[in-house]
């Protein structure tokens, strides 16, 4: 069992800046992809970025090219989503989630495991 947990999640306003973390643990057998999702008020929950277990190759959704960075610590259990120039419209819970295959990028049908989501508010 893969357990996923999420912090950093906050209120800040627009052109501010959050970091997000994501903590798996368990048993892994395998090199395995991480990334991150979200999903605002009445919307779908939508790719926001995913890095591969060597950190090689991270891609990323088009509403945050240039202004988010996602990386894996040594460990490669950890990922983060350094979030900057928000805006209003990055208003969502987010996801942290893992695909134990290690390609990108990473549809929702194809994630694994899911964090409990941590909520990111921005302010105009």
């Known amino acids: 069992q893969v357990h996923l947990v999420e912090s950093g999640g906050g209120l800040v306003q627009a052109g501010g800046s959050l970091r997000l973390s994501c903590a798996a643990s368990g048993r892994f057998f395998t090199p395995y992809a991480m990334g991150w999702f979200r999903q605002a008020p009445g919307k779908e929950r939508e790719f926001v970025s995913a890095i591969m277990y060597s950190g090689y190759r991270t891609v990323y959704a088009d509403s945050v090219k240039g202004r988010f960075t996602t990386s894996r610590d040594n460990l490669k259990t950890t990922v983060y989503l350094q979030m900057n120039s928000l805006k209003p419209e990055d208003t969502a819970v987010y996801y942290c989630?893992?695909?134990?295959?290690?390609?990108?990028?990473?549809?929702?049908?194809?994630?694994?495991?899911w964090g409990q989501g941590t909520q990111v508010t921005v302010s105009s």
């Open positions: 989630a893992v695909r134990l295959r290690d390609t990108v990028p990473i549809t929702v049908t194809e994630v694994d495991f």
